[in-house]
């Protein structure tokens, strides 16, 4: 489901890349809509490449969450969380 919402995504990068980069003024008309267009279309490619990044997917995550050791609650094991009060004090 999350592969298929990120793969949904970058169908939908790619078109508005493809449909705004023709219309979009980088040269020309003034500074201010020439730095938005160029900082436009590096957000989107930013949007693009994450979302490739995680269809594809990468074998060091894959590696890295087989290998991670699998730790129980304290809880579980009847011992405390840690988590003590304590109160502290400032004389002025």
Same mark, same amino acid.
């Given at each position: 489901?999350?592969?298929?919402?990120?793969? =949904?995504?970058l169908v939908f990068a790619l078109c508005l890349i493809f449909y705004a980069v023709p219309?979009?003024? &980088?040269? /020309?008309?003034?500074?201010l809509a020439?730095?938005? =267009?160029?900082?436009w279309i590096a957000f989107a490619f930013l949007v693009i490449g994450s979302?490739?990044?995680? &269809?594809? /997917?990468?074998?060091?995550q894959k590696t890295k969450r087989r290998d991670m050791?699998?730790?129980?609650?304290?809880?579980?094991?009847?011992g405390t969380t840690g988590t003590k009060k304590r109160r502290i004090s400032i004389d002025i």
């Amino acid at each position: 489901m999350r592969k298929f919402r990120a793969l =949904s995504c970058l169908v939908f990068a790619l078109c508005l890349i493809f449909y705004a980069v023709p219309r979009l003024p &980088v040269q /020309g008309i003034s500074q201010l809509a020439t730095g938005f =267009s160029l900082v436009w279309i590096a957000f989107a490619f930013l949007v693009i490449g994450s979302n490739l990044y995680f &269809v594809m /997917g990468t074998e060091r995550q894959k590696t890295k969450r087989r290998d991670m050791p699998v730790y129980s609650s304290p809880r579980l094991r009847g011992g405390t969380t840690g988590t003590k009060k304590r109160r502290i004090s400032i004389d002025i």
